[in-house]
């Protein structure tokens, strides 16, 4: 089974123009920790490189002494509570470790050149990390453009719209140490892995899918789900194309077996430090698997990700527009049906199954955050599903779309700069309310805001920490 045949792509201009715009955007990024989240991903990667342990009790005594943990119940969870290993909670993964580690090293390195504290808590190591998160949300970008383009479809500007208009923006550039960069960016590799590894589904695209699967999983936890989606569109090709049952099996196997040897540093971490080889116990007492939050996480006032993210909406409508734009295969018969739909089919189960495990978390509303931060996984799907209907939509409807998109960044970009200078109160987060000050107040401060981003970011911490 093949894929449709590569669409022209954006041209070496367009990258170069991309690659201009990342680069002058880095010093938007803002390069600090300061969240428990930050803070628990940030101890992997500074225990395993300077004391070789998963002991945090220092990681989380340093941040805290200092001020930068002192949100309601760090100390009473982090610096007394222990597992039943007798360490510290750790409830983070080591998938953002493993990609900071050559950022980190390089922060190392700076270190050692200016003089700095070489204790892996200094400016350099912290900014390596931020800037680190911040490039993988540009290849997450990257790489999203890159799957619609293998799907039939130019992206860029489906690209820079998902950019621009989801909390992808807020967690490169606001808040980076979160593992949310991370996470886009460990998806859309897989997402285009799997593109690739469908044209022939032979045992070695399978063997580098399920390696990248246990990049993804050990990254954010919940990240797994996105394996239904090439599992589905595996089980659609086998029906189609029948006869190689033998390749595929070791095809499975090779999958299988790449996913475990290298999901293997994630096992032997819980293990160590829950003494058992899954997550802490209170990750799966907080979980209610018939997800009673699931119209909530995508619709309250409050919190819903289609409130904070309109974009969103428009972009997994686009799932839809799919078979339409994916018309002009020349095969005929179920090899046809599998082609066309399959690729629909697998990304909108990955949307569901995000929704699903987003409305089954006891903290659903993840109060206190940017926007439902939890889909920033779903970046590559947005990327796709905007694109599709762009191509799909004529005339008046084109223009429809696109005058959409353009509100929806907006919108995005306003309650971000909203949030990020407290205009927006964090405690009470109803981003309908602050309708007003995005399209009225925002506006009129903007020259103000600018000058104090570009020459006094620090009065922003200063008058409004940005803590949890």
Known sequence: ??????????????????????????????????????????????????????????????????????????????????????????????????LWSPFYAAGHLAAIASGAPRDGFSAPYISAVAYGSAFYG??????????????????????????????????????????HACSGFAVALFTWTWLRARDRWSP???????????????????DVFFIAGPALDWLLSQRADRGHGRRSVLAVLAAAGCFLALYTPQLVAYKILNGHFGPHASVANKMKWYAPHALQVLGS?????????PLAAVALLGLFAAPVSLTGDRVSGARTLARRHAVPLALGTMALLQIYIGGSVDSWTVAGGFGQRRFVALTTVMVIGLSWLRAAAAG??????????????????????????????????????????????????????????????????????LSR
Request: net charge positive.
């Open 204 to 222: 070695a695209g399978m063997a580098a899918l399920g390696a990248v699967g246990a990049l993804m999983a050990m990254t954010r936890e919940q």
């Open 1 to 98: 089974m093949t894929t449709r045949p590569i669409a022209a792509g954006p041209s070496r201009r367009q990258w170069i123009l991309f690659a201009c715009l990342f680069a002058l955007s880095l010093p938007a990024v803002t390069p600090r920790i300061y969240s428990s989240d930050e803070i628990q991903y940030f101890a992997f990667l500074r225990s395993f490189w300077f004391d070789r342990d998963l002991s945090f009790e220092n990681e989380y005594r340093y941040f805290y002494d200092r001020g930068v943990a002192r949100s309601e119940g760090f100390h009473e969870t982090f610096l007394e509570r222990t597992t039943d290993t007798g360490r510290r909670i750790n409830f983070g993964t080591i998938g953002c470790a493993i």
């Open 301 to 309: 006032p409050e919190h819903g990700f289609f409130v904070w993210t």
């Open 396 to 465: 008046r409807a084109r223009w429809t779309v696109d005058a959409a998109i353009v509100v929806a960044v907006y919108w995005n970009l306003a309650l971000t700069a909203e949030f990020a200078t407290g205009l927006m109160d964090r405690q009470r987060l109803e981003p309908a309310r602050n309708a007003y000050d995005a399209f009225v107040t925002l506006p009129r401060m903007a020259p103000t805001l600018a000058s104090r981003y570009l020459f006094d970011r620090q009065s922003f911490y200063r008058a409004h920490p």
């Open 138 to 179: 540009f290849l997450a970008i990257v790489l999203a453009v890159r799957c619609a383009q293998r799907l039939g479809v130019t992206a860029f500007g489906g690209g820079l719209a998902v950019w621009l208009g989801t909390p992808l923006l807020f967690y490169m550039y606001v808040a980076p140490p979160f593992s």
